[in-house]
């Protein structure tokens, strides 16, 4: 599908209506069912949006760049009155009563929600297959996963379904699905989003952010999602702002720093060379580029996933089979309620997770465990806060490797787990990062991540379109 810019010029012109572009957006997820990307498609009700907003149109009261525009919404985010999952059988039939403050914004801008994105269940994964509604496929290669946890939602863009999607990343859960399907993902600065309305698992690490086809789609989107919300004590009193406006500025007299700790072992060398070749590209557009260090990076994921797991263990203590979701038939006792629903209703990894995150939350194990990596967490962004003195912007590889095999996710999980190295850092500093297709390694793309400033959105997409233009 085209560019929200290209869509909106057509509807402008009148060459096509709202209603038109939504009807074809429905008919190519008919199309792609095979990739598995929607749990739910909300045919009537996108329907309905559409033809309000070609009335709107006809009345000259156009809401913006976004009216009209058909967008898909990661199932962990509430819709009224819709079905949200977080791909679990435990919420397989919740419908949820309120709408999540991203989602009321963009439909506020106009924009049809056309359905609910497939995804990691309750966001825990990095390859979209742990799902109880099945795994997503890679439109590229269906033999490779995704990745996750926004899988669904990357699959949507890439497959043309939509022009645009909303994700999470709580560990680049945005940033490694655009890697591996060749779109451009956006995790915003923590608190530049709200989450309420967000299924929540890590409340300090979570963040909605779009996916789009260039770094322009994700500004638009970005523009109309962020802001103060009273509902959420976390999110940042900065104005809102036009995260487009900068695009055009090029790179020249930037400073890109080049963290040595990212460019060595572990990086594919074909990766590497797809990378280093667009870094050249960039210095030849008047650049700088500089070797920066981030000495503590290499306990990143050990930190992160024992920060994550253990506000996980917390967050979804409240799905019991008491006060909503699924409840096992089975039980006779309060506690094989508990058991029972908990056992029959969570998956493997979610499973695997909350267990981890009990135990190092547990008395005789938090100080050793729990204490010591947010100690970790306060040094890594010390490396990054240290490291943006002498430079604009941050580059590094999204992912280690080309998209992984199917099935690694339950025959290595620990590989699995360390496809993240070059992301969760973002997380757990609450950094802005935007993953751009930079090449092609073994006919699959390659995506190269933008690190940047805090609240400084503007100037890493202005970095990333620069980078789309020296591509084409």
């Known amino acids: 599908m085209d560019s929200i810019q290209d869509l909106q010029a057509k509807l402008a012109s009148g060459a096509v209506s709202a209603e038109a572009l939504v009807s074809e957006s429905l008919k190519k997820i008919d199309a792609t069912k095979n990739l598995n990307a929607y749990i739910s498609v909300l045919n009537e009700r996108a329907l309905d949006k559409a033809k309000e907003s070609d009335k709107r149109r006809a009345e000259g009261k156009s809401l913006g ?21 977080a791909a679990s059988k435990i919420l397989e039939n919740f ?52 990745g996750g946890s926004s899988g669904g939602s990357a699959v949507a863009v890439a497959s ?4 645009c999607a909303l994700g999470s990343d709580t560990g680049g859960s945005i940033r490694q699905p655009a890697a591996c399907t060749g779109v451009v993902g956006l995790k915003p600065t923590y608190g530049r989003v709200s989450r309420y309305g967000l299924l929540a698992y890590a409340s300090s690490l979570d963040q909605i952010g779009p996916f789009g086809t260039n770094a322009a789609d994700c500004a638009t989107l970005l523009s109309a999602i962020c ?19 900068k695009l055009d500025a090029g790179v020249k007299g930037k ?11 572990g990086l594919d060398p074909e990766c590497k060379a797809a990378i280093d070749g667009m870094l050249k590209k960039m210095e030849a557009e008047g650049a700088t580029l500089k070797e920066v260090s981030l000495p503590h990076i ?28 699924y409840r096992s038939k089975d039980a006779r006792k309060l506690f094989d309620l508990y058991a029972k629903s908990r056992s029959e209703g969570f998956g493997k990894e979610v499973q695997r997770r909350i267990l981890l995150g009990s135990y190092v939350l547990s008395a005789g194990f938090y100080d050793a465990y729990y204490v010591q990596a947010q100690k970790v967490r306060r040094l890594i962004t010390d490396d990054f806060t240290k490291a943006f003195e002498s430079c604009d912007v941050i580059a590094s590889p999204t992912m280690p490797g080309l998209p992984l095999k199917c099935g690694m996710n339950e025959s290595d999980p620990m590989a699995v787990y360390l496809s993240d190295i070059y992301t969760v850092s973002l997380n757990l500093s609450g950094l802005p990062g935007v993953s751009v297709p930079c090449g092609k390694a073994g006919g699959l793309p390659v995506g190269l991540q933008w690190i940047g400033k805090p609240f400084q959105e503007a100037d890493l997409l202005s970095v990333a379109a620069a980078m789309e233009a020296l591509n084409k």
């Open 160 to 163: 043309g379904t939509v022009p």
């Open 95 to 146: 419908v949820a009563p309120y709408t999540a403050t991203a989602v009321e914004k963009l439909e506020a801008a106009g924009a049809i929600i056309v359905g609910k994105t497939n995804m990691d269940e309750f966001a825990m994964g990095s390859s979209s297959e742990s799902s109880f509604f099945g795994p997503v496929k890679n439109p590229l290669d269906e033999s490779r996963v995704p």
């Open 298 to 325: 290499r306990f990143a994921v050990s930190s992160y996933y024992i920060i994550a797991t253990a506000e996980a263990s917390s967050n979804l203590s409240r799905y019991d089979g008491v006060r909503y979701g």
């Open 255 to 265: 400073v890109i720093g080049v963290p040595k700790e990212y460019f060595g072992e």
């Open 227 to 245: 802001g103060i919300d009273p509902h959420d004590n976390t999110t940042s009193t900065r104005p809102t702002e036009d995260f487009g406006a």
């Open 65 to 85: 760049a976004l009216d009209g525009i058909p967008v898909a919404i990661k199932d962990n985010m509430c819709l009224e009155g819709s079905r949200t999952t």
